[in-house]
């Protein structure tokens, strides 16, 4: 798929319009058979609990735990690529994040998703001046392997989504916000590669170019901020400009949760 990307004053997106209404219906098929538990805590009949998706609060920078996003100046100071906003350690919101992405679940769609517009609508200062300075922002998700966008488990893409509508609300914020599938499909992993290229991580290819406007990547889990940074790389190459990350989740060295 080529298409250029769509705009517009609400979040849309190029991708995954036409494929959801489908897979809407098979994730309520597959839901009957797994009945609702909270996957932080195992409290039944909720997807997940208020106490486990409170683990999701105000916006912390997170990108100096990242080794793959620092950069050494000429003097001596490293200074990473980009901030990256996280939501939650992965320490707590883990479990979650891994049950949401096994299989498709509507109402774990819904629960963190309400979360994110949530924090993100209210979140005071966190993102600093670049967020508010911007008048376009295109919120653009990291890409994952073919088989979570046709297993309807891109939870990334659920998470730009909202993301992108709760800038959009905000009195302060840009004039025009999107969400888009920027990114290509990221293959990997193929069967009957050798040991060696198994290794090596596919590259991020660009589906399409934006005129102007600035990017916010969205990701579910930062753990070292390589494919932020691989992302980074193809965004940058085609000269795009990025405000930042924003993730769920980033690994977090113990005891530096404020
Ligand atoms: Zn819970």
Known sequence: MTSAPQRGSSPSRSLSEPTRPILGKLSEVV????????????????A?????L?????PMEVAHFLPHLS???????????????????????????????ARPNSMLDKLVGDRVDQLVRKAAGSFGEALDDATTIHVVPAPSRPARYRADTYVTGTIADRVAG??????SGPDLVTSIDLFAPRK??????????????APVRLRADLDGGQILLVDDVATTGATLDDCWQALHQRKHS??????????IPRGTVP
């Open 71 to 101: 950069r050494i100046t000429p003097d001596g100071d490293d200074i990473p690529l980009f901030p990256v906003w996280a939501l939650s350690s992965y320490e707590e919101m883990g479990a979650v994040i891994r049950a949401w992405k």
């Open 54 to 58: 409170e683990a999701m609060g105000e």
């Open 242 to 251: 990025i405000l930042g990350a924003l993730c769920i989740a980033a690994v």
């Open 48 to 52: 997940a609990c208020d106490a486990c």
């Open 31 to 46: 839901e009957t058979f797994f009945p609702a538990q909270c996957p932080g805590c195992g409290q039944w009949d909720t």
């Open 188 to 201: 990997g992993r193929q069967r009957g590669r050798s040991r060696r290229d198994r290794h090596k991580r």
């Open 166 to 171: 709760a800038l959009a609300t905000r009195s």
